[in-house]
């Protein structure tokens, strides 16, 4: 059973109706009389939590949220640069190859790339960009293929799925460019930093800790 494809879910959303404001609010009163109220519908953040974070920026958009964080640590991320070697490059080909791995979904800006190419190609700029990552949403996938289509990218533009660390690792050194449009805030990504150990350029929105 889905709502609004999106699975069934119970925290507070204001863009609800009233019917799933009501059917939420009817399983709230059914889980507390099962439960004699020993799980309850609103909860708080616990306090004194021992919290690790990848990055400052992570800490810091969590501490806006209201996360309780006092307790918190930074562990920086750290990449095998073994796996990673530097390759020197002498400059930026033709055509510009660009690479963009991450999960095919809206949070992760993919198609944004599609918009970076489009310019390039306006201003005589030759380019080939190839997207690497698993396919999360269907729709914005097949948003993205319309796109490549409607604007003639098809010899421009190649999609490989999920590939293991070491055949990533030579996307990077074949690779002049790799574009890192996240909007995602948190997050583990260890990208910036895979691709700056491969002597890719690294251009980036500043979120998922590649701010630092």
Same mark, same amino acid.
């Given at each position: 059973s889905k709502i609004h494809n999106r699975g069934l879910y119970f925290y507070k959303n204001e863009k609800d109706s009233f019917i799933k404001n009501t059917l939420k609010e009817s399983i709230y009163l059914l889980v507390s009389l099962v439960t004699a109220n020993l799980i309850v519908p609103h909860w708080t953040w616990p306090?004194?939590? @021992?919290?690790?974070?990848?990055?400052? +920026?992570? &800490?810091?958009?969590?501490?806006?949220?209201?996360?309780?964080?006092?307790?918190?640590?930074?562990?920086?991320?750290? %990449? #095998?640069?073994?796996?990673?070697?530097?390759? &020197? @490059?002498?400059?930026?080909?033709?055509p510009v190859h660009i690479l963009l791995p991450g999960r095919i979904t809206p949070i992760k800006g993919t198609r944004d790339s599609? #918009?970076?190419? !489009?310019? /390039?190609?306006? @201003?005589? %700029?030759?380019?080939? /960009?190839?997207?690497?990552?698993?396919?999360?949403?269907?729709?914005?996938?097949?948003e993205i293929e319309i796109m490549i289509k409607k604007d003639g990218l098809d010899d421009v533009v190649e999609y490989?799925?999920?590939?293991?660390? &070491?055949?990533?690792?030579?996307?990077?050194? !074949?690779? #002049?460019?790799?574009?890192?449009?996240?909007?995602?805030?948190?997050?583990f990504? @260890?990208? +910036?930093?895979?691709?700056?150990?491969?002597?890719?350029?690294? %251009?980036t929105y500043g979120n998922e800790g590649s701010k630092e």
């Open positions: 306090q004194s939590m @021992r919290i690790y974070f990848n990055c400052n +920026s992570a &800490l810091k958009y969590s501490q806006e949220g209201g996360v309780p964080v006092e307790n918190a640590r930074v562990i920086y991320s750290g %990449i #095998d640069v073994q796996k990673f070697p530097f390759q &020197l @490059r002498e400059g930026v080909g033709s599609l #918009d970076l190419v !489009n310019e /390039l190609l306006k @201003r005589g %700029i030759k380019v080939k /960009l190839r997207i690497v990552g698993k396919i999360q949403s269907e729709e914005y996938f097949t490989v799925p999920m590939v293991p660390q &070491l055949q990533l690792a030579e996307f990077y050194r !074949n690779s #002049d460019i790799c574009f890192f449009p996240s909007y995602l805030q948190p997050g990504s @260890r990208t +910036s930093l895979e691709a700056m150990a491969s002597g890719c350029a690294f %251009i």
